[in-house]
């Protein structure tokens, strides 16, 4: 358990196991459906097969990579375990060949990423959390996790990145579930359910600022005083 917490709160081991049997799943799922993502921006582009499945990988992978990588956590996830590039792979061949069935490709991909933030998110807290990374440090791995493989996607096939639309949020609803993890684990809860409310919060706020325009103010600029 991570070191702020008291001691209380500390887990057996049988409850450490299930929570990294939770987290794998988690990251499993976040692999699939940020390939997806990817996949579907893939043939936005018109890409071959093969850009499908790098853009698939770069956007399946890439938050977490880069979580592993600032956590000097060895090896990185889907070196370990390789049957995540698998995954991310059987993805892309399926968007391939089914795309074309899709009325609105951007709407798609819109959504899935919503629920990819939901998953990704609680991913990356929870890997931090295992590590007993400090509170800020799980925030931001968090984020990280759930916004630089969309991150990447966008840039690389030249989309507007989500992350950075204006009018919409997207980082604060990966920061609100984060922060929400830890407060739920400091408060007591069980960490598979702080996970959980993380990914609710992470959700509620993505899918509440796409229907409904929700957002936090912008800058805007002003004309100097005299």
């Known amino acids: 358990a991570p070191a702020w917490l008291p001691s209380r709160r500390r887990k057996a081991p049988d409850a450490q196991t299930r929570r990294m049997t939770f987290l794998a799943l988690l990251d499993y799922a976040s692999v699939l459906v940020f390939a997806l993502t990817g996949a579907l921006v893939a043939s936005r582009a018109q890409l071959d097969i093969v850009g499908f499945a790098f853009v698939a990988c770069l956007t399946a992978l890439g938050g977490g990579t880069l979580r592993d990588l600032l956590l000097d956590r060895n090896p990185v996830f889907w070196i370990g375990n390789p049957n995540s590039i698998l995954l991310a792979a059987f993805a892309a061949v399926t968007v391939f060949f089914s795309a074309h069935l899709l009325e609105s490709r951007l709407r798609w991909v819109v959504w899935l990423d919503s629920f990819a933030l939901a998953v990704a998110v609680p991913a990356g807290t ?77 959700w509620t706020l993505r899918a509440g600022s796409i229907l409904f325009a929700w957002h936090l103010p912008v800058y805007k600029s002003r004309p100097p005083r005299s």
Do not use: H
Not at 126 to 145: C, D, Q, R, W
Not at 158 to 184: D, H
């Open 126 to 202: 929870g890997a931090a959390l295992a590590l007993e990374s400090p509170p800020v440090i799980t925030v931001l791995m968090g984020m990280a996790t759930g916004t630089m493989g969309g991150l990447m996607r966008d840039v690389v096939c030249n989309e507007v990145p989500l992350v950075l639309k204006q009018g919409e949020l997207y980082i604060s609803c990966a920061m609100a579930g984060a922060i929400t993890a830890v407060l739920a684990i400091w408060l007591g809860l069980e960490v598979q359910f702080a996970l959980l409310a993380c990914a609710g919060v992470c």
